[in-house]
């Protein structure tokens, strides 16, 4: 018998069938193209096997490479056949029927979720098919009579949308199909993000186009247990704390406050928020825990814990990385069944092979990407770093090599994705991992007892608390510690790929080869010391001043936010857009630390809400405002702007009220000339708030900008009445209003005659700015026009006397 | 059918040395199996325990008052033996069976090479021990022996009280330990002449020694015994 050479065989298969997958999402097949790729493929095939004789191997190879792009293939071309699709491009009208097969995200006004259509009535027929869609249902809940909800209430005889609109449940809608236009472009889009989610069309409708809803008894057992953990989690528990439970435990995130999140995104706790492997680990010790007490039998302890992983995944709903850990665990029970020794690699690319097999686009989802690559992290990364404290274990030593080695191997999906990274998160996970597997534990225990002995459980709540409470101060107390987190705009995918071809070269000498160990240890060390080095002077570097002016007209929706920031390190923004945009974000990616000068034209949500923020994020030395009548504005607005100078005075940050005709140096090179408002002129304007907006000159040697917030012709008009014989003339315009067509008032600009106007919009904004009429009006100044809609955020640099415009997405 | 079956879980589970993780069809490498302290040429011709002259009774055993008639180890229970029996035992990895009952083939050929056997026995497990690890470690290499010396594996034993573990007792209490915890089950027709009894750690010889008792008790004439694993941890 011939020497048969063993191998992984898993090794290969599944990296090649997802390569496959890339390539394949990325070629279109035709014949030609088949016969070109066969025919590199099999010289590969043939050269590498004449290399090392191995045939087989590369045959295994190429064989998954093409499943994979025949598989990608196939679920495209299902797709681009969709009936949904078809119907939506001419809009029809349907009432589709199928399970709600995400959790619902609850709004203020509506309600939304994806949809597995089963069946589809349309022109009186009903066809069967199996396809996604994406429904938005409209209510208003705050009224109490109103009519959408009747005929709800009447099928369901419940008050509550929540009562009946959950995961698995059966629902009959009907309703406008539309098509979701998709963006070809680099980088994450929800559009994309909905694609690979097989949703490719989006019914939108209210609440009383909904014909029919049935529960299913298993997903009504899932809305019983969930229902009772967080009742209970709510009633003994500190709310704060009960919405993280809920989350970290159920599955359910909807709840946690915007706040929590944040804490938990800077400090890098953020995946104690999501269900993940952790939870899987631990429901195996638990159950381990129980059988050691109650002497059960091997296969008994199989069966249970297979039953409670199966529960649980169907309990907290089936997202990637909770599959690919439950997968993982189903291995490791068959491996025990069949009396193999599991291999942590091969389990995980088994897992990955399953999971992408299921559903190709899934290694396009964020959870898949770091599930894996955090679990690949932890079985190679940290036994090299265990080397280094000499193999010596305990607590400290695992615990800092977990974290730490998790860190390094998500860090580039994590700055691809976010941006974002989160350099206190090696520390943060360090002090939070023991309390961490205590909540989770804990907290599932919870669940279940929760359905048995009810008061039994009150002082596990008592300590579930506690621990919770001190998970609390270790993410708020690492989510302000100063340059804690990297900000890098521009990680592109080629970066990552780069990033991974030197972890995996290193691993490989670190690993396969017989180098000595201290050499290897110094090897290491020079690594970090250099990743430590490359973190702290990109730091530097971003916080050094641009060479040249520099605006910034950020893609903040449908608002105005406007970064300048000048040579001498002067930092300057101007509005900062609607709440919950991410202005802080994108301010750190520009790589402030500090703002010279914040400037609030008016205080309307769409400019103050970002600026909220921002104050208290980031160290602001000015704040500029213009005189208001705020005398005919309602209720809510007015204690927004009470609440922004509360902060300012909280903060002891100087602030100033400009009128017009001021003039403010704020360099010996940069000063703002202020236009507008004056005071004793706009009483007569107080009905409209925008008409109030601050209008200056920003002056950086002979550049001149001007910044208009949202006047609108009147007040334009009475500009042009004060400033016959001054110029306000200017080198960029921001269009006033977001280019509302009450805005377009041809005089005014032709008065400024701008080289360059911007206009700071939201895409497919309700209000539909910016009108045609502006439009029309700039290009007969011959204007050249820049969106934030279309580019996204816009930056101008000053050089010589020119603008160099650039568009960073 | 088996082979494709086989190579199938190969795929997801792959063979693997249980030590060093170096790809092996029979889960442990070569090179694992050569760092195994193997029981020399010298040993006490009684109890097997490796000795520095060949004697017939070693210090260990003179005194005891031991029922089976000679007791041999394939090698040292320590380092990589000690590992690879905890993994089998622990575990679960019975994938191990085959290579571990090769193990003991070469030691049965190595001292036992003149008995022809009637057959073969193994230490039982109380049926709840059993039911907790799933199998029975030395049943498992006993029926597996028998497949490649073709003999007949007869199970007559069982073990009727959960005892205290061995390890956690002092010497004087581990013989009262399996006192009358050992019981005949079999036709004694068929337990009868020389009989290979198979356990996979031997350490102070007393549980193999109750069990030789039984079995001569019901008709067999001589019981020699054969461990994976001899502990030395007792002076």
């Known amino acids: 018998m011939d020497k048969k050479k063993l191998q992984v065989w898993i090794y290969y298969i599944t990296p090649s069938y997802i390569l496959g997958i890339v390539i394949g999402e990325n070629i279109k097949i035709s014949l030609s193209s088949i016969i070109i790729f ?67 995200h609850f709004f203020k006004n509506s309600v939304s979720f994806f949809l597995q259509v089963k069946y589809i009535d349309f022109n009186g027929k009903r066809y069967k098919l199996n396809d996604r ?75 009383s186009k909904i014909e029919d809803i049935s529960i299913h008894i298993l997903s009504r057992i899932r809305k019983y247990v969930v229902y009772k953990a967080e009742k209970l989690f709510k009633e003994r528990i500190d709310s704060k704390h009960s919405t993280f439970l809920i989350g970290a435990v159920l599955g359910d995130r909807s709840e946690i406050s915007p706040e929590t999140i944040e ?84 389990l995980l690319s088994t897992s990955a092979l399953f999971l992408t097999f299921w559903d190709p686009f899934s290694i396009y989802d964020v959870g898949f990407q770091l599930s894996f690559l955090s679990v690949a992290g932890i079985f190679l990364i940290s036994p090299i770093i265990m080397k280094l404290f000499n193999n010596k274990k305990n607590l400290l030593t695992n615990t800092f090599s977990i974290t730490f080695s998790v860190q390094l191997a998500i860090a580039p999906i994590t700055l691809y994705h976010f941006k974002q990274f989160s350099i206190v998160s090696i520390l943060s996970n360090f002090l939070a991992l023991p309390v961490s597997s205590l909540i989770l534990s804990l907290g599932m225990i919870c669940v279940w007892l929760s359905l048995i002995f009810e008061k039994m459980i009150h002082p596990l709540l008592w300590v579930l608390d506690k621990a919770t409470g001190y998970l609390f101060l270790i993410s708020e107390f690492c989510s302000k510690i100063p340059y804690g987190q990297l900000y890098y705009s521009k990680f592109s995918i080629y970066l990552v790929v780069v990033y991974f071809f030197f972890m995996i070269i290193s691993l490989y000498f670190l690993i396969k080869t017989n180098v000595e160990q201290k050499v290897k240890t110094k090897f290491v060390l020079s690594l970090i010391a250099l990743l430590i080095l490359l973190v702290f002077t990109y730091q530097f570097l971003l916080s050094l001043p641009p060479k040249n002016l520099s605006i910034t007209f950020f893609n903040i929706g449908n608002g105005d936010a406007c970064l300048v920031r000048t040579p001498e390190g002067h930092d300057i923004l101007i509005d900062g857009g609607p709440e919950g945009k991410n202005i802080v974000k994108k301010l750190h990616l520009k790589g402030v630390k500090k703002l010279n000068l914040v400037i609030l034209s008016h205080p309307h949500s769409d400019h103050i809400g970002g600026l909220i923020e921002v104050l208290n994020e980031i160290p602001v030395n000015l704040v500029l405002v213009g005189s208001l009548d705020l005398s005919e504005c309602d209720h809510s607005l007015i204690d927004k702007y009470n609440s922004f100078l509360e902060i300012i005075r909280n903060k002891n940050i100087n602030i100033k009220c400009i009128k017009s005709k001021d003039i403010l140096n704020i360099s010996s090179k940069l000063s703002l000339f202020s236009i507008w408002p004056d005071p004793d002129k706009i009483s007569f304007l107080k009905s409209n708030l925008n008409n109030q907006s601050l209008v200056f000159l920003l002056r950086y040697a002979n550049k001149r900008i001007l910044f208009t917030g949202d006047v609108e012709i009147e007040a334009q008009k009475e500009i042009l009445n004060d400033f016959k014989n001054l110029s306000i003339n200017a080198d960029i315009l921001k269009v006033p209003h977001q280019g509302s067509k009450d805005a377009n008032f041809y005089p005014f600009l032709k ?52 603008w160099k415009i650039s568009k960073e997405r | 059918m088996i082979r494709i079956l086989k190579s199938l879980i190969d795929i997801f589970f792959p063979p693997k040395c249980v030590i060093c993780s170096k790809l092996n069809e029979n889960f442990l490498c070569d090179d694992c199996i050569r760092n195994i302290s193997v029981t020399g040429n010298y040993v006490c011709q009684f109890c097997g325990k490796p000795t520095i002259r060949s004697v017939n009774k070693c210090l260990e055993c003179k005194d005891e008052k031991l029922y089976f008639t000679k007791a041999r180890s394939f090698g040292i229970y320590e380092g990589v ?92 209490e581990r013989r009262k330990n399996l006192i009358g915890v050992f019981d ?52």
């Open chain 1, 751 to 802: 008065a400024v005659l701008p080289k360059i106007s911007i206009i700071s919009v939201g895409l497919h904004n309700k209000h539909n700015h910016p009108s045609d009429e502006i439009i029309k009006s700039l290009k007969k100044i011959n204007c050249p026009i820049f969106r934030t809609d279309k580019m996204g955020d816009i930056n101008l640099i000053a050089i010589n006397n020119n």
């Open chain 1, 38 to 104: 066969l025919s590199i493929l099999s010289i590969i095939i043939i050269f590498c096997s004449f290399y090392d004789g191995r045939f087989i191997k590369y045959l295994i190879i190429a064989l998954f490479l093409i499943i994979g792009i025949f598989i990608i293939n196939l679920t495209q071309t299902e797709m681009s056949q969709s009936i949904l699709l078809k119907l939506s491009e001419e809009k029809s009208y349907v009432k589709v029927e199928g399970n709600i097969c995400s959790r619902p």
């Open chain 2, 184 to 235: 005949f089950v079999g036709s004694k027709e068929n337990c009868r002449g020389d009989i290979l009894l198979i356990d996979d750690v031997y350490t102070t010889g007393y549980t193999v020694s109750e069990c030789s008792k039984v079995l001569l008790n019901n008709g067999a004439n001589d019981i020699y015994v054969l461990t994976l694993a001899r502990s030395l941890l007792i002076q």
């Open chain 1, 133 to 207: 869609t994406q429904i938005t249902l409209f209510h208003n809940n705050e009224n109490p009579n109103n009519d959408l909800l009747d005929n709800y209430k009447k099928l369901n005889s419940k008050d509550d949308l929540k009562d009946s609109i959950f995961l698995g449940n059966s629902i009959a809608i009907s309703g406008r199909l539309n098509k979701i236009e998709r963006e070809i472009s680099k980088g994450f889009s929800w559009e994309k993000y909905l694609y690979h989610n097989k949703i490719q069309t989006k019914l939108v409708a209210d609440v």
């Open chain 2, 81 to 172: 033996l000690k590992d690879v029996i905890a993994e089998y035992k622990y575990k679960n990895v019975r994938a191990l069976t085959k290579l571990l009952t090769q193990l003991l083939y070469i030691t049965l050929q190595k001292y036992y090479r003149d008995i022809s056997f009637d057959s073969i026995e193994y230490i039982p497990m109380t049926k709840r021990s059993k039911s907790f690890r799933g199998f029975n470690q030395s049943e498992l290499l006993a029926k597996e022996l028998g497949k490649i010396t073709e003999l007949s594996v007869n199970g007559f034993l069982i073990k009727t009280k959960n005892t205290k573990k061995q390890m956690s007792l002092s010497l004087s």
């Open chain 1, 263 to 346: 804490h938990f995104t800077k400090s890098g706790l953020l995946h104690l928020l999501a269900i993940s492997g952790q939870n899987m680990v631990l429901i195996a010790s638990i159950i381990i825990f129980f059988y050691r007490i109650f002497k059960l039998s091997f296969f008994k302890r199989i069966f249970i814990t297979i039953i409670m992983i199966v529960s649980y995944t169907y309990l907290v709903g089936y997202e990637a990385s909770v599959l690919r850990a439950s997968i993982t665990t189903l291995l490791t029970m068959l491996a025990l069944i069949l009396g193999r020794k599991k291999d942590p690699f091969a």
